[in-house]
């Protein structure tokens, strides 16, 4: 298992049981009967080529069967394998949405669903989906199981032990729990509760390769490079396949010890891999045997993954400021020790966000006496940091750590008008309207508004969901008129306007920005949604069904353009067409209760019509 991350335990791959009963035939079947013997054919054919490897064979044989039968049960549970096994973890999420919406109590479904939701990193979903599951069957460890794991990815260390402990009451040989629960122990620092757990479920499985390598992982931090060395060699000796983990940590008790040639010839064994912390402690070995060429090697090496994987990159630029130092390369460190701390700007105390000590190669900012020298430069690139970690906090929705982190940038400078931008974001995205209003006010009277244009979009949007809609069509027009054409939102800009003018019931207006924001991104399926949704405002539906078919052909899965040729259908009774439309909705938003009556309306009127 990753050292870096819990995921969630896989579930056992499920026994296919062939239910008794095979409940909902569609009612345009001419031919029941034959439709369900066909289904459960191309079903057992499917898990024939599945027995034999043949993946794409089985998916095509599983479609076939759904399309004889698109409520298949046991074809849609198996489909929705498939894609798991593949991480096409979206498409299994489809399948989920279908299958609960037929059998809404069957824990199992959920907690697929979830499992696929967290892959995605879609934590909220995922905890909802393991949280109904616990609710259905609260005897269920594997519900338990994977809130801790959830719990423990979301560092809240509490919440998972206080499920891992349930689910241990429930089976004290858990291992699964014991695991999971030994990496949160492990978070928090308490190495002992971490190695307690290994050992114990070492005692249920002895064998189990990855409670070994999770003893081996705690042994290093805890400084017991020998006996982390041993359980390696045993693999060695057994010939386990050893993973890059395995090499990681096999060589970091050497360079702990600082034998730093043989912690670089169990590094450089692994080939063609990926992972950032081999390549960055190479380079410190390097760095420690004064072989600073190779040391810039190795950390371009792990700067370049790490980008390449949306990793944190600011212990990085710390040591290749480090190992530039040594080159005599003092403006080039400079720069990447100002990457650093606009990553990290705590790390000039030596500690990250969440004030927990980094191990850095040297203290530069020390060495060159930063504080003082260079004290503006350096207040200047703290405050973009917190600037950007605001962003950050906003696109996760965590709007506490967002308002803490803007006061920080505030505090730093009380001049920078973009800062009172996104703390009125911040209140606006927790509907405190009238607080972001006078935050945006606050920017607005700044005389070097330097994202004049933001603020005026923001505060538009404010006042659209305020339904203030005049003031909202005033701020998004000054935004329009202060943009140039190389301004990159400026179709979000006409999009919004032409929405804001939809509710005034400006729908010629409304046409107008909206086939502006198409001109400027042609091939944005949204815009032609907006154009749909306005043509049937305007009781014009043959021109808004060919524009969600435009969407449609861009963006093959957007719910809202199914959404909107779904109403367009409707309003030219074309109900079989709308129903349709309306499920694939509901594949995506299960939970939606307006489409889901305009579904059940328009399936019944399709079926009065037959």
Known sequence: MNRKSIVVHLFTFFTFVFYSYLSIAQSFYTDTTSLIYKAEMYYQKALDAYEQNKRAEGLELLNKSLSENPQYYNALYARSYHFMEEGKYERAIKDYNLLLLMYPNISSLYLYRG???????????????????????????????????????????????????EALQI????????????????????????????????????QDEDLLRQKAV?????????????IF???????????????????????????????????????????????????????????????????????????????????????KACILHKLKKKSEAEAQLHQAILKMPELLKL??????????????????????????????????????????YLKSNNLNE????IDKAIALNPQNSYAYTLKGMCYAFGKQYQEALEQYAK?????????????????SLTYFDLEMYPKALASIDEAIRKSSNQEPSLASFYSLKANIEKELNQLDQALAS?????????????????????????????????????????????????????????????????????????????????????????????????
């Open 351 to 392: 500690t990250d966000e969440n004030n927990q000590p980094v191990e850095v190669l040297t203290d530069l900012a020390k060495t060159w006496n930063w504080e003082n020298t260079q004290k503006q430069k350096i207040d200047s690139l703290k405050v973009q940091a917190y600037l950007l970690r605001t962003e950050a």
């Open 233 to 319: 060699e045993q693999f060695e000796k057994q010939k386990t396949e050893l993973l890059v983990d395995d090499f990681f940590y096999w060589g970091l008790a050497f360079y702990k010890q600082k034998k730093y040639d043989q912690a670089l010839y169990y590094w450089k064994v692994p080939e063609n891999h990926k992972d950032i912390n081999i390549y960055q402690y190479i380079a410190r070995a390097y760095y420690q045997k004064n072989d600073f060429a190779n040391a810039l090697k190795a950390i371009d090496n792990a700067l370049a993954v790490a980008q390449e994987q949306q990793e944190p990159t600011f212990l990085l630029h710390h040591d």
């Open 514 to 610: 909206i086939d502006k924001a198409i001109q400027i991104e042609p091939h944005n399926a949204a815009h032609y949604t907006d154009k749909a949704l306005i043509l049937i405002d305007k009781n014009d539906y043959e021109r808004a069904l060919q524009e969600a078919n435009k969407a449609l052909q861009i963006s093959k899965n957007d719910y809202l353009a199914f959404y909107s040729r779904g109403l367009a259908y409707d309003k030219l009774k074309k109900y079989s067409e709308a129903a349709a439309d309306y499920a694939q909705v509901l594949q995506f938003d299960s939970q939606n209760k307006e489409v889901q009556e305009l579904f059940n309306r328009a399936s019944a009127k399709a079926q009065a019509k037959r």
């Open 443 to 459: 920017a607005l009277k700044l005389p070097q508004n330097q994202q004049l244009i933001k603020t005026l979009h923001a505060q």
């Open 115 to 165: 499992n696929a939701y967290f892959n995605l990193q879609q934590y909220e979903k995922a905890e909802e989906d393991f949280l109904t599951a616990y609710e259905l069957d609260s005897l269920n460890t594997e519900a338990c199981n994977a809130l801790g794991s959830l719990y423990y990815t979301l560092g809240l260390y509490e919440d998972a032990k206080r499920m891992l402990n």
């Open 402 to 405: 967002a308002l803490l982190t």
């Open 171 to 206: 089976d004290k040989e858990n291992i699964s729990a014991y695991y999971y629960r030994s990496n949160v122990y492990q978070a928090e620092g308490k190495y002992d509760l971490a190695l307690r757990d290994i050992e114990t479920a070492l005692k249920i499985k002895p």
């Open 218 to 230: 705690l042994y290093v931090n805890t400084q017991k490079y020998v006996q982390a060395i041993a």
